[in-house]
């Protein structure tokens, strides 16, 4: 069975602090799909990264990176002097091989940051 | 259109009555998903359609949910019989092809309100 596990429900930071939200997941398919997206208070979900299970490579785009590690299935998400702006709430989500019909989300991790 | 559409925004329904959510995908994308996103909860798989592929309705809560999607695009939801419990956001995605390889686009949702 896949699952997808963010034990931080809510996270508050100060403007400028990193910030770090965990995700592990659970899949018996040796290929498969991670992502995140954010939520804003909009509602509309935002997607900010794919990565496919066989490449670890660590990745990072401007204030975000990820961390991929198999041996420890998650995939963490950093935030590197957060600001206001990255309100939201933060899903992982992973999409398995065989029939690709569906995204497994986590339930979100809810990230204010304090001016 | 550029993105996802969903329309009503807003639906705010009595008990017992039947309700219709639209989505219109992202032109030419073949897959369509529907999920549902209690408040501070995850999001909910519930229908799938791949091009014309028979649907995954795996995610359904109960009998009084269907949707359809005719000529491949427009994606209607409709839930007979509402009941509060299915007060909630409905999230419709579209993505070009199978979900592993390819991320999903989100409309802003349709907020139900059952009253």
């Known amino acids: 069975a896949q699952k997808v596990t963010q034990a931080q429900t809510e996270i508050s930071v100060v403007e400028k602090e990193d910030v770090t939200l965990d995700c592990v997941y659970e899949t018996r398919d040796t290929t498969y799909y991670l992502f995140w997206y954010k939520q804003p208070p909009s509602g509309e979900l935002v997607f900010l990264i794919r990565?496919?299970?066989?490449?670890?490579q660590n990745e990072i785009s401007g204030r975000y990176s990820w961390n991929f590690q198999k041996s420890t299935s998650s995939f963490n998400f950093t935030i590197t002097a957060s600001q206001v702006v990255d309100s939201a709430v933060y899903f992982c989500?992973?999409?398995?091989?065989?029939?690709?019909?569906?995204?497994?989300f986590g339930t979100g991790t809810s990230l204010t940051v304090i001016p | 259109g550029a993105g996802v559409s969903q329309s009503p925004s807003n639906k705010v329904t009595e008990k017992g009555k039947d309700v219709e959510l639209r989505c219109d995908p992202i032109?030419?994308?073949?897959?369509l998903y529907w999920y549902r996103q209690s408040l501070g909860q995850g999001l909910e798989f519930l229908i799938y359609?791949?091009?014309?592929?028979?649907?995954?309705k795996s995610g359904l809560p109960s009998d009084r949910f269907s949707a359809e999607r005719t000529g491949g695009s427009v994606s209607t939801l409709t839930i007979q019989r509402t009941q509060q419990e299915d007060s909630a956001v409905y999230l419709c995605a579209s993505s070009l092809g199978w979900a592993m390889n390819t991320e999903a686009f989100f409309g802003q949702g349709t907020r139900l309100t059952v009253v």
């Open positions: 990565r496919n299970s066989f490449d670890e």
């Open positions: 032109s030419g994308h073949t897959a």
């Open positions: 359609f791949q091009g014309n592929s028979a649907p995954d």
């Open positions: 989500a992973l999409s398995k091989s065989n029939t690709g019909n569906q995204f497994y």
